[in-house]
């Protein structure tokens, strides 16, 4: 049995699509309950539904052979995993925003709100700019408007967000989309099965 994290949400409904395109149906998965795991023995797999951000850790753990993750929760988490491919699909940015007054003098310790604080870390030092992390759970959008924070480092996909809260992007820091990926003994003892999938969803992305 393949076992298959897809993430919940926005993304999912396109990845598991993939999958099917791949030859791997699960008919069941397009009831409409609130049922998280599906299975087809038949084809001998078996999905279930998580946060999108947990995907990564049932994959590096072995309770999921493979899934899809996003590069943001990648780099952020850097699970001991495989990344297999990028799908390109979930294609949004990291990036650094601010409200449109804000001015940086570069003279004082900049606050920073962010879900991703490996990722604000590492690109602060990489420019030498000491930061003050503020680390947040949702809503980043807000704690410069209320003087939490300087900036923001944030997901941004068609900018809405940012424009509706008057703020905007100061800097790129990297562009983000969802990648499959794979548990490395699972890609061991189960190599015939990912590598099928692998191909097929390699083939998918070229015709897009
Ligand atoms: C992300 C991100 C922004 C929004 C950007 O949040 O944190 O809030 O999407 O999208 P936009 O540029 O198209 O407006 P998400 O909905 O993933 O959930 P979150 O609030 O849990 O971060």
């Known amino acids: 049995m393949l076992n298959i994290a897809l993430p919940k949400g926005r993304l999912g409904e396109k990845v598991y699509a993939m999958f099917e395109a791949a ?9 409409n309950n609130r049922k998280l795991i599906f299975e087809n023995t038949q ?22 052979d493979i899934g899809v993750a996003g590069k943001d929760i990648l780099l952020e988490y850097e699970p001991n995993i495989y990344e297999l491919l990028d799908l390109d699909l979930g294609k949004c940015r990291m990036a650094v925003a601010a409200p449109k007054s804000f001015h940086d003098d570069g003279m004082r310790t900049l606050r920073v709100a962010t879900k991703f604080t490996n990722i604000a870390a590492r690109y602060y030092a990489g420019l030498g700019r000491e930061i003050d992390i503020i680390k947040l759970n949702g809503s ?9 924070s ?3 480092v944030d997901i941004v996909e ?3 967000t940012l424009k509706e809260n008057n703020l905007e992007v100061i800097a790129e820091i990297l562009p983000i989309s969802a990648r499959l990926i794979a548990n490395k003994a699972s890609f061991k003892f189960k190599s015939a099965e990912i590598e099928n999938i692998m191909r097929s969803m390699k083939e998918q992305v070229s015709k897009k």
């Not at 030859?23 to 009831?31: F, L």
């Not at 084809?43 to 999921?64: C, H, L, M, N, T």
């Not at 980043?140 to 939490?148: F, R």
């Open 158 to 160: 068609t900018g809405t």
């Open 43 to 64: 084809k001998q797999v078996r999905y279930f539904w998580v946060k999108p951000s947990d995907v990564s850790i049932y994959v590096e753990r072995g309770a999921a």
């Open 150 to 152: 300087d900036v923001i």
């Open 23 to 31: 030859g791997y149906e699960c008919p069941s998965i397009k009831e």
């Open 140 to 148: 980043i959008e807000i704690a410069p408007i209320l003087g939490l």
